[in-house]
């Protein structure tokens, strides 16, 4: 299988009306480096027409690419969204490419989707010189690296920063390669060795696998994070061998075991079946989950296994898993009934737990917060808080 296959296989399947099977579909594909951006726009539209689909397709396309087109559905997603759940919507505006930030931004911010001042910064991305890029690349670092606690959002400015300084070839690929190799002769990583690794996995350099693999036995989680989104842009037998060793490794198998499902060839299927003999029970889980991944019928042998040894497992719902895959490729089996029957239970639970959490939302807005109904809301939306939390 290579990359242009897998794409084939999902593209028909993309779109579920079965919420179950669309949220096992996107969890397939968030973390593919390659999905067509046409799968998001199509995504973000069946958002807008299914309901039932809407928060799930949302909480999962941010990994997705974007572009211009983009910017149409999620405008209309702003004007069906719930009010709590529109800083979900804010997360996927700021995955648009700067150039569309730029353009819609007025409208963005009517929308109270993106501030001005992210505008300004968006034009300097695209307009601004090598010097000022790499002055604003090093402030950025030096925040993250004095910051009293974790700034995601700061994190994934840098991140868009480093991407638009390798597409213009600012970053070169011999300082990303000196900047990783530093920091691998350290006790940790730096945030500028973490955006190195992050660098790394656009430029496609293979000299740098063998570093990239061995950050797999990092007990640093940010940097197990990045790695495991760097690695996957290396869709090569290469890659995939100097991943295994790691996927065998009992204390450093979950983040190998990740890269492997990404890995859409034939070396990563058969590694994922290597794995799976010497795995213990959360091992073996992960590697039927990597072959899932692959929509791979060579899945169905070690999911009959796993069941015929009564494998217990805490890492994954094992039961969705299976009923999802059998369901998707058409396949029967005895236990099937059972299988569906656990996960609509599990799925009815966590959404009337959503509902208990929004209703204690408003509860809370409410007793807080002594506001008219014909006042502004609290939740910052504009609107009257008799037509928004106070419904």
């Known amino acids: 299988m290579t990359v242009a296959d897998f794409i084939r296989k999902i593209d028909p399947i993309l779109i579920q009306n079965d919420p179950i099977m669309q949220e096992n579909v996107l969890h397939i594909m968030r973390e593919f480096p390659y999905a067509p951006v046409e799968w998001t726009n199509r995504l973000l539209q069946h958002a807008i027409e299914s309901e039932d689909n809407r928060i799930k397709i949302i909480t999962t396309v941010g990994s997705l690419p974007f572009n211009e087109e983009s910017v ?39 929308k109270q989707l993106i501030t001005r001042e992210y505008i300004d910064y968006c034009r300097f991305l ?29 994190f994934q400015l840098t991140k868009q920063l480093v991407s638009i300084m390798v597409e213009k070839g600012v970053y070169e690929p ?3 390669k000196d900047h990783i190799e530093k920091n691998l002769e350290k006790d940790w990583f730096s945030f500028e060795g973490i955006m190195a690794i992050f660098a790394a996995g656009f430029l ?28 996957p ?18 204390k450093h198998y979950i983040f190998a075991l990740g890269v492997l ?12 079946i290597q794995c799976y003999d010497d795995a213990k029970a959360d091992g073996k889980i992960m590697c039927i989950e990597g072959l899932v991944g692959h929509l791979s019928s060579k899945a169905f042998p070690l999911i009959e296994d796993f069941v015929k040894n009564g494998y217990q497992t805490s890492v994954l719902n094992a039961e969705e898993l299976f009923y999802f895959f059998y369901t998707l490729m058409n396949q029967s089996h005895p236990l099937l009934p059972k299988w569906k029957e ?14 208990n959490e929004e209703l204690l939302f408003k509860k809370n807005v409410e007793k807080k917060v002594k506001v008219g109904r014909n006042d502004p809301c609290p939740c910052g939306s504009g609107k009257k808080y008799k037509k928004c939390c106070g419904k």
């Open 126 to 154: 695209l307009e601004g010189e090598e010097e000022n890029l790499w002055k604003q690349y090093r402030s950025f670092l030096n925040q993250l690296d004095h910051a009293k606690q974790f700034d995601p959002f700061l």
């Open 204 to 231: 496609q350099d293979e000299s740098m696998i063998p570093h990239l693999a061995k950050l797999l036995a990092s007990d640093d989680y940010l940097v197990l994070e990045t790695v495991l989104e760097a690695l």
């Open 342 to 355: 656990i996960t609509v239970t599990r799925e009815e639970e966590y959404l009337q737990r959503s509902k």
């Open 72 to 110: 149409k559905p999620l405008l209309k997603l702003t004007d069906i969204v719930d009010e709590p759940r529109k800083f979900l919507l804010v997360r996927l505006v700021n995955r648009l490419k700067p150039e569309s930030i730029v353009k819609y931004g007025e409208t963005l911010v009517q």
């Open 261 to 272: 499902k990404q890995m859409k060839n034939e070396a990563a299927e058969k590694a994922l």
């Open 233 to 250: 842009h290396f869709q090569s037998e290469e890659a995939v061998c100097a991943v295994v060793p790691y996927a065998k490794n009992h």
């Open 174 to 176: 011999q300082k990303v």
